[in-house]
């Protein structure tokens, strides 16, 4: 009899912790109140959100304003107005406007998708309001559609020095099947400008177990992504989100649904990635993201493994600074007003964090990258890891999830197979059953941890006092679990 260390198994597309938010009740004078904005500079990651898209993919469960390409409203430009004045008004503040700003990042949305006059202003405005360190990183995140000559041009040569593109597939039936707005041969066309530009830190995301997906098919896509030469990419599984446009094909049964992911097939293309990863000369360095040896997301790595403070800007964003979460809705126009009239729009926040809570957030985190770095946690908080966290990793190695090792508590190649639930083992205990933060607005990445906590703990990791609980595997030619990584 097969058996599984936990009752169901968790997806985390992206972590966010703590989940749950609450509506801000303060305004714009929160910031004011419950922080001390003139204190001395901090090291931090700025996040700057272009809340528009051409088209909706069909199964995108996010916020997005479409902007046609006439645009004869001028909202980007208004949009643009404002996201300067805001950045500038966050910048009058010590805490950042002394401090050290590692990496920015231009999301969406479609990051790509400004004017280049636009997208100028945006970049000038970076490094004339904050104090750029000289090894910093900025992506700008986007569509190769979006990619004319002048944007080459300017891109290239201009402080942006790394690129993420939504490639998704190289085949055009599956992006037409899943409604992408990307088009294959405009990501090569693109890739290999820059490349000739001089701007090779390019990173590409990929999707697996779409709809009308074989094996075949991704193993032509790792090949084109080899052939292109970009030294990283993620992958990420396809998945089917309630109420929208594909939920709804797929239950009229106009589209055939995606496999099961704990079928075989799809542990069959997670294998195929990082073996044709490794065989390429890739790492997976963090869940699900390879990359050549000195190309790692420095972004993510300011965000998630050396836990550095985050300011976002624009609609949709969450920051994250002094114990606090913060979030900004994702209403354009309301975020327009708010900052033409001088104020903050800050929509939902959480609660301040305990240090308890601080360090759980650095564990969830940090385990993205696989690791707990003993030594790394002790100068971070002043506490030794292994004490702090004793029960929830006395229930992990009895269950064969994690190696502690002299440095380091490690996850096994177990843990890795099943390192979402390892991650909700480290969940605040009064964050489970949340089911008040379903009721709160939930946009862009956040919906998917609240619906995560909305649940009961033993729903995702089984009995907390029983220490050896293991779960029977009930569909076994389904699920080859010794098998996935």
Same mark, same amino acid.
């Given at each position: 009899m097969l058996m599984k260390p936990y009752p169901n198994k968790c997806y985390l597309p992206f972590v966010l912790y703590p989940p749950g938010m609450h509506k801000n009740m303060e305004g714009s004078d929160f910031v004011t109140n419950n922080i001390n904005m003139d204190q001395d500079g901090v090291d931090f990651t700025l996040y700057i959100g272009v809340p528009f898209c051409r088209t909706r993919c069909k199964s995108c469960p996010y916020f997005i304003k479409l902007l046609p390409e006439n645009d004869k409203h001028n909202r980007e430009d208004e949009y643009v107005n404002a996201l300067l004045k805001d950045m500038k008004k966050w910048a009058a503040f010590r805490k950042f406007g002394e401090g050290k700003l590692k990496s920015i990042f231009i999301g969406g949305g479609t990051g790509s998708i400004l004017k280049t006059a636009n997208l100028k202003r945006i970049v000038d405005a970076v490094f004339e309001n904050f104090k750029v360190d000289v090894d910093y990183e900025f992506t700008l995140e986007g569509n190769a559609r979006d990619f004319d000559d002048e944007k080459i041009v300017y891109v290239a040569d201009s402080f942006i020095n790394r690129l993420s593109l939504g490639v998704q597939s190289f085949h055009p039936e599956i992006l037409t099947v899943v409604g992408?707005?990307?088009?294959?041969?405009?990501?090569?066309r693109v890739i290999r400008a820059f490349q000739e530009r001089g701007l090779t830190n390019i990173q590409m995301d990929l999707m697996y177990n779409m709809p009308g997906h074989t094996l075949d098919i991704w193993k032509s896509d790792l090949k084109t992504l080899n052939e292109l030469g970009v030294p990283h990419f993620t992958i990420y599984l396809y998945r089917i989100h309630n109420d929208t446009p594909q939920s709804q094909l797929i239950n009229r049964g106009k589209i055939q649904p995606p496999v099961n992911?704990?079928?075989?097939m799809v542990k069959a293309m997670y294998r195929e990635a990082k073996k044709m990863a490794e065989e390429m000369g890739y790492q997976m360095y963090m869940m699900d993201h390879f990359c050549k040896p000195g190309y790692e997301n420095k972004y993510n790595h300011s965000n998630w493994k050396v836990d550095n403070e985050t300011l976002a800007l624009g609609p949709g964003s969450y920051s994250y600074f002094d114990g606090y979460r913060l979030g900004t809705e994702s209403d354009v126009e309301k975020y327009i007003e708010h900052v033409n009239r001088g104020e903050f729009l800050i929509s939902s926040v959480t609660d301040l964090m305990s240090g308890r809570v601080q360090r759980e957030r650095h564990v969830v985190f940090a385990l993205v990258y696989f690791k707990i770095e003993y030594k790394f946690y002790r100068n971070k908080f002043g506490t030794d890891f292994l004490d702090d966290f004793s029960e929830e990793i006395t229930r992990l190695e009895r269950k064969g999830l994690v190696e502690?090792?002299?440095?380091c508590m490690q996850l096994t190649e177990l843990g890795l197979i099943w390192h979402a639930n390892v991650i909700l083992? $480290? $969940?605040?205990?009064? $964050?489970?059953?949340d089911t008040d933060s379903l009721n709160e607005k939930n946009w862009s990445l956040n919906g998917v941890m609240v619906e995560v906590g909305a649940r009961e703990r033993s729903y995702w990791l089984g009995d907390k006092n029983d220490l050896?609980?293991?779960f029977e595997i009930?569909?076994?030619k389904e699920t080859d679990y010794a098998s996935q990584c």
């Open positions: 992408s707005p990307h088009a294959a041969q405009d990501s090569v992911p704990e079928n075989t502690l090792k002299d440095d083992e $480290f $969940f605040n205990p009064a $964050f489970w059953g050896s609980s293991l009930k569909n076994p």
